[in-house]
């Protein structure tokens, strides 16, 4: 199968956003988002490519301003505020990276990769922003306008960046043996910041066989929905099962009542987690003033404040194990920590995400709601 770079990080983030998009060819306006952010592009391609004088910062400004759509936007004051935005990434660009310091080696720079065998060929195809030499080898970068920027563990197992080099040494095979003086960043043009890292051979062998994996899942038709933080921004919120009460033009039941009692539950729980904060603030102050009077009871006009002291216990693993093997009790007190577990997930390499991924079922289900206010 031919896939592109993009649809297979569609596919990371929600399957069924990759089935509309894909398969189904749905077609969605570009969101204001995507068009700021190939305004952003096309700018930064200008800035670098290659002439006898580099373009000034003005000369930018005014490439920026001529690509500028907007029409985009809802209204004249989110329009100025993401214009403005821009200019301030340009000029921060400019402050920080001199065009004529790069030896550009190529800009927007398309390609196509077959990964897999014989049996199981698939072709990878992308965009490269940039590839720069070095002077010790070569720096492959692209460009993010986003506002969240990623961990260094996670560039460090950036799929993408890993794609990326695979397409470029299929280019340049002989910079295998240079490997570790190819660089691959990711710009986060909103923050100014560039972050860096190289791959091992075996980095990009296991990125290959990830690939490989979520192509074989496609094959199969697995286009579940994905709740995620971008679902705010997907085009496809009106066929999308999450969203069908939203949409949905009759409901089955649509009385005053539950309307009501949805509304309710949302203003509970927004009350809840506001008496929850001045709680917190307010414990706070007890404590201190029970501290101050050598109290371990205060009294008020209500009723009576009580603290006391709760423990909690770390063990001994290894003399505990020595007491509970012989008794062929230890194995029933091991047990993986699904919480630890999660906590541990953010800074885990990509690899090892999706092996625990893979290693975990279903053990027990119940339902529970959440509030996500407007
Ligand atoms: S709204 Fe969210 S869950 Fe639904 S298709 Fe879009 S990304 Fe997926």
């Avoid at 010790?136 to 950036?158: A, C, F, L, N, R």
């Avoid at 990009?204 to 979520?214: C, H, V």
């Avoid at 192509?215 to 709740?227: D, H, P, R, S, Y």
């Avoid at 008020?300 to 093997?325: C, F, M, N, P, W």
Wanted: proline share 3%; charged share 30%; hydrophobic share 35%.
């Amino acid at each position: 199968m031919r896939i592109s770079y993009s649809a297979f990080d569609t596919y990371q983030n929600c399957p069924l956003k990759y089935k509309f998009q894909n398969i189904d060819r749905i077609k969605t306006p570009k969101s204001k988002e995507a068009v700021f952010g190939s305004t952003v592009h096309d700018t930064m391609k200008f800035i670098h490519t290659p002439s006898i004088l580099s373009p000034t910062l003005d000369q930018a400004m005014e490439h920026f301003s001529l690509a500028w759509n907007p029409a985009v936007f809802d209204s004249p004051d989110e329009e100025r505020a993401a214009f403005s935005q821009g200019v301030r990434i340009i000029q921060d660009y400019y402050q920080k990276n001199n065009p004529a310091n790069f030896n550009i080696v190529d800009l927007e720079s398309r390609f196509q990769i077959e990964i897999g065998n014989k049996e199981n060929q698939h072709v990878i195809s992308g965009i490269i922003d940039r590839i720069d030499k070095t002077e010790d080898g070569y720096e492959i970068i692209d460009y993010k306008t986003t506002k969240k920027m990623p961990s260094q563990d996670k560039v460090d197992s950036d799929m993408q960046l890993s794609v990326y080099l695979q397409a470029f040494l299929s280019r340049y095979p002989k910079e295998i043996d240079n490997i570790g003086n190819l660089k691959v960043s990711l710009y986060y043009l909103k923050h100014g910041v560039k972050l860096s890292a190289t791959r091992t051979v075996e980095q990009l062998k296991k990125s290959e066989q990830l690939f490989l994996e979520a192509i074989q899942l496609i094959e199969q038709g697995k286009f579940e929905a994905n709740m995620n933080p971008l679902c705010d921004w997907c085009g496809y919120q009106n066929i999308c099962p999450m969203w069908k009460h939203k949409f949905k033009e009759t409901r089955k039941i649509d009385t005053e009542e539950v309307n009501a009692a949805i509304d309710e539950y949302i203003e509970l729980k927004s009350a809840i987690s506001i008496t929850k904060d001045r709680l917190g603030e307010i414990q706070e102050k007890v404590l201190q003033y029970m501290d101050q009077e050598g109290v371990e009871r205060v009294f008020g006009s209500q009723g009576i404040i009580a603290r006391s002291v709760r423990k909690t216990y770390k063990y001994d693993e290894k003399k505990i194990r020595e007491i509970l093997e012989p008794l062929d009790k230890w194995e029933s007190v091991l047990k993986v920590d699904g919480i630890a577990l999660k906590q541990i997930m953010e800074i885990l390499p990509y690899n090892a995400k999706i092996e625990i991924e893979k290693a975990k079922a279903v053990d027990k289900e119940s339902k529970s709601i959440a509030v996500k206010k407007k």
